[in-house]
């Protein structure tokens, strides 16, 4: 089903400079060995499809049970917050058909994870622009939202129709429209996420492809090989273990 849905002048020597000086009171300067707030670039579904001479719809099925596997493992791994990059905004330039598909299986996927979840005390959080994404796909997130909102034992946000560009773009505005001075993170999709600790990427590319340019400003990265449907147990392990053998200075030295 289709949806529509000059010449320098002379300075002072020692300018006061106060507007460029960056608050970093919430940035821990501690070493750590556990990484309680990890984001996830799930990459590589389509490809992990095409290897299997499979379609890639297959590859995005295969994609979202992995998922509810791992974010099971991140409850019992210690991480109180886990972000998962579901839906891009560029993601819109893909075949109609092939993002009809998608549409009609985050549907399928949140009325049939959301109730399993909610047992489990996962509080489920969807961050990206509502518009543009069909309203049926809106109204199970929502759903999902309120279902889950008393829920304490991981937060799990879900970025949805989300580009980290926009995201700060659609801040400025809103701060700006407000004529409030507070910080501009304040008005950011989910200002009570905690930048993560770690990001982890599968599918062998190497970039954030726009994704929480604010947030990961001192996030750890790690990226993997292996398609997203791959990744196990096992190997989200292995790359809270690489995150435990650094130290995050901060600038600090």
């Known amino acids: 089903m289709t949806r529509k849905v000059v010449e320098s002048q002379a300075v002072s020597p020692t300018p006061a400079i106060t507007h460029c000086v960056a608050d970093t009171s919430s940035y821990s ?3 750590t060995s556990a990484a309680r707030y990890v984001a996830v670039i799930a990459d590589g579904n389509r490809r992990w499809a ?6 890639p719809m297959d590859g995005y099925r295969a994609g ?6 791992r974010i099971g493992d991140a409850m019992s791994l210690g991480i109180t917050e886990l972000t998962l990059f579901l839906f891009s905004n560029e993601n819109w330039q893909r075949p109609a058909d092939e993002v009809d598909g998608l549409m009609s299986l985050a549907v399928t996927r949140i ?6 979840l909610d047992r489990e005390g996962v509080h489920m959080r969807f961050i990206g622009c509502p518009d ?3 309203s049926d796909v809106v109204y199970q997130m929502r759903w999902a939202e309120t279902l889950t909102a008393k829920n304490t034992k991981l937060k799990l946000f879900l970025a949805f129709n989300y580009g980290g560009r926009q995201e700060i773009e659609e801040a400025a505005r809103r701060r ?13 999709y989910a200002p009570d996420m905690h930048d993560p600790d770690l990001l982890i990427r599968t ?3 190497k970039r954030l492809s726009n994704f929480m340019l604010w947030q990961l400003a001192y996030t750890e990265l790690v990226f993997r090989d292996e398609y997203w449907p791959d990744f196990t147990r ?3 392990e292995e790359c809270l273990a690489e995150f435990a053998t650094r130290r995050r200075r901060f600038g600090g030295g």
């Open 29 to 31: 300067k501690e070493p």
């Open 50 to 55: 095409a290897l299997h001479n499979l379609s």
């Open 64 to 69: 979202n049970a992995n998922a509810l596997g």
């Open 111 to 116: 009325a049939n994870d959301t109730p399993q």
């Open 132 to 134: 543009r994404v069909p």
């Open 176 to 188: 700006a429209a407000s004529g409030s001075t507070s910080a501009l993170q304040e008005h950011l």
């Open 203 to 205: 599918g062998g590319d």
């Open 234 to 236: 096992e190997r989200f």
